[in-house]
Every structure is written in C-alpha cells, then in structure tokens.
C-alpha cells in the first residue's frame, strides 16, 4: 500500500445527532505507508489547525474482507465565515460521505 494522506479519517461525530451538519469529533489514524497506524480522536479544530500547517487528509472505509481502501480527499472550506470539513466542495456545512459515526 503506497501512503495516501498525513492522516486518514475512519469515523466521526456530529454535534447535533438529529442534524448531522456539523462535525464535533474525528477518528483520526496516522498513514504509514505499508500500514495504517491506531486511531485517536481529535477535534473537529485539531484537524482543521492540522490542515492549516500543510498536512494532509482522506477519509478510509473498511471493505468487504475488512480492508481499508481509500474514499476522498478531505478539503477545508470556508463560506459565509465558517470553516467546514468536506469531500465535496460545493456544500456549505461539514460533510464527509459514507463515512461511520463515532
């Protein structure tokens, strides 16, 4: 397996489970390389100030067989003064798709 990201992101929490527009918490793994390390969960703003100082981000997903593959590349955007998490750049609110809650 070639490295994807700095970090890959398994699994979140919204704040608001009945809105589910905007992320609280992050699982958040380190990309070896050849295997991906054990996940920790960060903040919604320690991704972002990750983000900010250069490091990179993708969403994993387990397979069939329990292997990660590889889902999207996670973009910071910012509309109407808010930051947001997104895999999908035309959304205004956090948005990770297909991607487990915490």
């Keep these: 397996m070639n ?3 700095d970090y890959l992101i398994s699994a979140i929490r919204y704040e608001d489970d ?3 527009n ?4 992050l699982k958040v793994h380190p990309d070896f390389g ?6 920790s969960t960060w903040t919604k703003e320690e991704v972002i100030n990750a983000m900010y100082d250069g490091k ?7 397979n069939n ?6 889902g999207a590349h996670v973009a910071l955007v ?6 947001v998490l997104t895999d999908n750049e035309s959304i205004d609110l ?3 798709s297909n991607i487990q809650e915490l």
């Design 65 to 70: 067989t329990g292997e990660w593959k590889r």
């Design 56 to 62: 990179t981000f993708y969403t994993i997903l387990k």
């Design 34 to 39: 050849q295997e991906i390390g054990a996940g």
């Design 78 to 83: 910012t509309k109407n003064g808010k930051t």
């Design 94 to 96: 956090d948005n990770l």
């Design 18 to 20: 009945n809105l589910k």
């Design 22 to 25: 905007s992320i609280a918490y």
């Design 3 to 5: 490295k994807w990201a």
